[in-house]
């Protein structure tokens, strides 16, 4: 099942998140190399969302990766939704 992960930025994310970048982009890659995450990336002009697309079997997985964020840990992050998507057109398991 997909679902995405919404996450909505504090102001200044762009700048704020520099010395936390690397470790935040090694704990999307594990998810990635695991093949839970299916692509990811911040919204442009303005970058006050980023968005993930999981396909996993529940939300479990998608709750262990926001506590393990350090982004989410270092306050990056002012909030966050997690929604089953529906794929009606493209890759379908």
Same mark, same amino acid.
């Given at each position: 099942?997909?679902?995405?992960?919404?996450?909505?930025?504090?102001d200044?994310?762009?700048?704020?998140?520099?010395?936390?970048?690397?470790?935040?982009?090694?704990?999307?890659?594990?998810?990635?190399?695991? $093949?839970?995450?299916?692509?990811? $990336?911040?919204?442009?002009?303005?970058?006050?969302?980023?968005?993930?697309?999981?396909?996993?079997?529940?939300?479990?997985?998608?709750?262990?990766? =926001?506590? $393990?964020?350090?982004?989410?840990?270092?306050?990056?992050?002012?909030?966050?939704?997690?929604?089953?998507?529906? =794929?009606?057109?493209g890759?379908?398991?």
């Open positions: 099942m997909y679902f995405i992960l919404t996450y909505y930025t504090v200044d994310y762009t700048e704020l998140r520099l010395p936390y970048r690397e470790d935040h982009l090694n704990h999307v890659k594990a998810y990635y190399q695991k $093949g839970m995450i299916v692509m990811a $990336g911040a919204l442009d002009a303005p970058a006050d969302k980023a968005v993930i697309i999981f396909n996993c079997p529940d939300e479990a997985p998608i709750r262990e990766f =926001v506590n $393990g964020d350090p982004y989410v840990q270092n306050q990056l992050i002012s909030s966050y939704d997690i929604r089953p998507w529906n =794929v009606v057109i890759h379908r398991e």
